[in-house]
């Protein structure tokens, strides 16, 4: 394995220890210790601008909105704002994030299947001007909250176009049977913007999708661009509405073991709005949106373990037990997803074993790679296991009561904090009957 998928910043330092932004991971575990995940910042600030670029240069009027699920912090936030990149969120602490560092309201859509009331309202009340419906009880609510405020906010439909976009069905979210958005086919999409129009409190902006996540194909992004126009035509006869925002969503797939070839932000861009200016529909004043999440962070980060244990089960298999798992990284085991690992400290030794790495939580299914060949690894060497940046430390947990870890960024040799370990006190903070 090359270290293609590693951070920009990654090389083999004279010590065979891997070192990312000039700062080697050995003794950034020594100091920090493991689990610890490290952010190339260099590499993190140059994705974010590829990929405002990417888009701007070839439509004026785009929006990138950085899907907060992926990872989101007040450090992520501080690169995105500086960016001009906005947000996607999902709930009131993606929204305090935003507040903290003074995103502009203006920046923020909020998305989410079940909105609760007190989502919405301190949405808007932070002056969120863009919703992005899913269903149609969120319209009354959303109605009914907005004339509590005295506000009118900007609606975009969120779209289930009937598209497969080939990925794990756990990360399909624009096929007909999925739980997010409003089918087309069966007349939920026309009924809800007919409704919208309706309202004297909410205003229709436009037409949203995201057909799912890991994805290498760029042919059903096609489809979802005609989806969008198509629809937007109809609305415009059928309703009389017009549509002048189009959200095309995120997915572009990332390669976590070199298998695959990660979608370049250039090729989407371009491929999406060529699609997007052959429409009728549109005109060169429709403002387009896309929320990458995983593209913009996956590739920024890697995860470091320490090895604890090794199991051989002769001629079966072999464990090395690190001290992380499906606390810190819940995604083998959710939906199979696949990473590969080198060992930190001994670069390039030569593969020697084949071996499963499993983490320390009590479930079987706790593996976070299955097979990798590796050198001979011994207790308290270092596992780093690279693409760690999305759907990791946003997803962990505390279960078996284990504290999560520590995340640092590094640049130019220096490493710094950016969210300490979790301690005992931590995982105790809300119980009361102590
Ligand atoms: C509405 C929406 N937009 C964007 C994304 C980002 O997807 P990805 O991280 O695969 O780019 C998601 C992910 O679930 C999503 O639900």
């Known amino acids: 394995m090359t270290l293609d998928i590693f951070p920009d910043h990654t090389r083999v330092n004279a010590h065979n220890h891997l070192e990312i932004a000039g700062c080697d991971v050995v003794a950034l575990a020594r100091e920090f210790g493991t689990p610890l995940y490290l952010f190339d910042d260099a590499h993190l600030h140059a994705r974010a601008q590829e990929i405002h670029a990417a888009f701007h240069s070839r439509w004026r009027n785009t929006q990138i909105l950085y899907a907060t699920k992926a990872y989101y912090s007040p450090y992520l936030a501080r690169i995105l704002q500086a960016a001009g990149i906005g947000i996607d969120i999902t709930s009131e602490g993606e929204l305090e994030i935003a507040r903290r560092v003074g995103l502009s309201p203006d920046q923020i859509y909020l998305h989410g299947n079940n909105k609760t009331p007190a989502e919405i309202r301190a949405a808007l009340a932070f002056g969120v001007t863009h919703i992005v419906v899913d269903h149609l009880d969120e319209l009354d609510r959303l109605a009914q909250i907005a004339a509590e405020l005295n506000v009118a ?29 409003l089918p087309l ?38 489809d979802a661009v005609a989806a969008l126009t198509d629809f937007a035509a109809e609305l415009r006869d059928a309703v009389g509405v017009e549509t002048t925002e189009f959200d095309f969503g995120g997915g572009w797939g990332v ?21 997007f200016e052959k429409s ?29 244990a090794i ?3 002769a001629g079966v298999k072999t464990y090395v037990a690190v001290d992380g798992g499906m606390g810190d990284n819940i995604r083998p085991a959710l939906y199979g ?3 590969t690992a080198r060992v930190a400290n001994k670069m390039h030794d030569a593969p ?36 760690a940046g999305a759907y ?12 999560r870890p520590a995340v640092i960024a590094v640049r130019a040799g220096n490493a710094r904090l950016i969210r300490r370990r979790e301690t005992a006190d931590d995982l105790l903070r809300c119980d009361l009957d102590e």
Not at 283 to 293: A, Q, V
Not at 357 to 375: K, M, N, S, T
Not at 393 to 403: D, F, K, T
């Open 153 to 181: 906010p900007r609606v975009l439909l969120r779209l289930a176009p009937a598209i497969d976009p080939h990925t794990h069905r756990y990360l399909a979210t624009g096929i007909a049977e999925s739980k997010f958005g």
């Open 185 to 222: 086919q069966t007349g939920a999409a026309l009924h809800a913007a007919r409704r919208i129009a309706q309202q004297t409190r909410l205003q229709f902006a436009g037409l949203h999708v995201h057909i799912g996540s890991q994805i290498f194909d760029l042919a059903p992004y096609r």
């Open 255 to 275: 390669s976590y073991t070199g298998a695959e070839t990660s979608l370049r932000a250039d090729v989407v861009a371009a491929t999406i709005i060529a699609e």
């Open 280 to 308: 009728k529909t549109v005109n060169p004043t429709s403002k387009i949106l896309f929320e990458p999440g995983r593209a913009l962070v996956a590739a920024s980060a890697v995860a470091l373990y320490t090895v604890g």
């Open 311 to 313: 199991k051989e089960i």
């Open 337 to 339: 997803a696949t990473y």
């Open 352 to 387: 020697a074993m084949r071996v499963a790495i499993a983490g320390r939580y009590c479930e079987q299914g706790d593996i976070l790679i299955d097979a990798v060949d590796l050198p001979r690894v011994h207790v308290g060497d270092l596992i780093a296991i690279p693409c």
């Open 392 to 403: 990791q430390i946003p997803m962990a947990s505390n279960y078996n009561l284990i504290p």
